[in-house]
């Protein structure tokens, strides 16, 4: 089916692994590297992630808790001053936030921030676009994204829903303030390098420029990984391969691999919503209902309840421009899909990826495995 997509120009190409118990089962590299005349699609091909760079600062943040760097009740001002006189939008008029925005809050997704190139209402929308604000934040410096978030209103007072936007960004930010380092830097020695991530990075070199995908002209811009960011965007700014991401994805399958402590894991992996809020953004409608969210991933709550096949516990997270990987524990199951088709078609392959690696369980049960 991705074959006959690729032939239709629905994508450029695709890299898909599959693994199951520990062992790489399944690996498609298909179609090409981008728009006609790119080079054929590579198993080490580059692809901006974008929103998939959540889960990994989430991981950051709690590898500083679990260090006793941060507690994750500390206000997001403790780090960050700007933050502590927050208002919030009510209709044409602002209110001051009841009560300071946590780093539990920014893991949730109840800090009440939101993307305002998005939004729908007046005060922040035209905030953000007033000093530059985007949903992946790369060319903004630092102190200047922290100003203009912080002077922005909330869409929601803290703690009172969940909402998509740039939470993880900030979290990032704490990030450095903690270590003492950038983002990228810290994630390189604390998670890429023992993982062997080597590929996972925020601006591309110009020697693995060749590697790059990309999706077809006239699709929405993407940002340029030639060059390095001024803002290391927790939420938005990497890239990676898909057998790097595999690596991460089973590290969290696995157990942390002393990376994370199992309570810790626990912890990012549990539903954090209750059930008494459900997310109503793009990002929760593919693959639909029937998922929470934990600290940085959406989280299914029961084999039923959901339009798609999976299991309890499944925990996964999409990008923007067509990535996305799930992880299956009961099944012992963890997939990367990694493309370069941003728009509405990538909500299409969120949904058939997990349809299509769900079939091929059932009806090859010993799927012939590889080496990893």
């Known amino acids: ?58 991981v950051a943040v709690l590898m500083l808790m ?14 960050l001053p700007g933050f502590a006189q927050m208002r919030v939008a009510r209709g044409d008029r602002l209110v001051a936030a009841k009560r300071a925005i946590t780093l ?30 985007a949903a992946c ?8 994204f922290c100003a203009g978030l912080a002077a922005a209103p909330l869409l929601h007072q ?41 590929d996972t990075v925020f ?5 693995d420029l060749p590697r790059l995908a990309e999706p077809f002209a006239g699709t929405e811009t993407l940002f340029d990984a030639s060059r390095p960011p001024q803002l290391d965007a927790g939420g938005a700014g990497a890239l990676s391969t898909a057998g790097d991401y595999l690596r991460f994805a089973e590290m969290l399958r696995g157990g ?15 539903d954090h919503l209750g059930g008494d809020d459900t997310p109503g953004q793009a990002a929760f409608q593919s693959p639909g209902y029937g998922y929470g969210f934990g600290l940085g991933v959406g989280v299914r709550l029961a084999d039923g309840g959901a339009a798609v096949p999976g299991s309890a516990g499944e925990f996964f997270w999409p990008g923007t421009a ?5 992880v299956d524990p009961a099944r012992q199951l963890s997939v990367v899909f990694m493309a370069q088709a941003p728009g509405q078609v990538r909500l299409r392959y969120r949904r058939l990826v997990r349809q299509l690696v769900y079939r091929a369980l059932d009806a090859t049960p010993t799927l012939q495995e590889h080496d990893p």
């Open 104 to 133: 539990y809050d920014l893991l949730t997704r109840h800090s009440g921030f939101t993307y305002g190139e998005r939004s729908s209402v007046a005060p922040i929308r035209e905030a953000h676009l007033r000093v530059g604000l």
């Open 158 to 198: 803290p703690g009172t829903a969940w909402e998509y936007g740039p939470s993880t960004d900030v979290l990032g930010l704490v990030v450095e303030r903690v270590t003492g380092q950038r983002l990228s830097a810290f994630l390189a020695e604390r998670l890429f390098a023992p993982l062997g991530m080597a």
């Open 1 to 58: 089916m991705l074959r006959e997509d690729i032939e239709r120009g629905l994508l450029p190409g695709a890299v898909i692994l599959l693994c199951r118990a520990g062992r790489l089962a399944e690996r498609l590299v298909l179609g090409t590297l981008g728009p006609a005349g790119a080079a054929p699609m590579r198993a080490d091909a580059l692809f901006r992630i974008y929103s998939m760079t959540k889960p990994l600062t989430s």
């Open 203 to 207: 601006s591309v070199a110009a020697e």
């Open 66 to 79: 679990e260090q006793g760097g941060l507690s994750l009740t500390d206000p997001v001002a403790d780090y």
């Open 322 to 326: 067509g990535t996305t990987f799930f």
């Open 137 to 144: 934040p790369r060319d903004i410096a630092p102190e200047d």
């Open 256 to 270: 942390g691999r002393g990376l994370l402590s199992p309570a810790s894991l626990r912890l990012m992996l549990s």
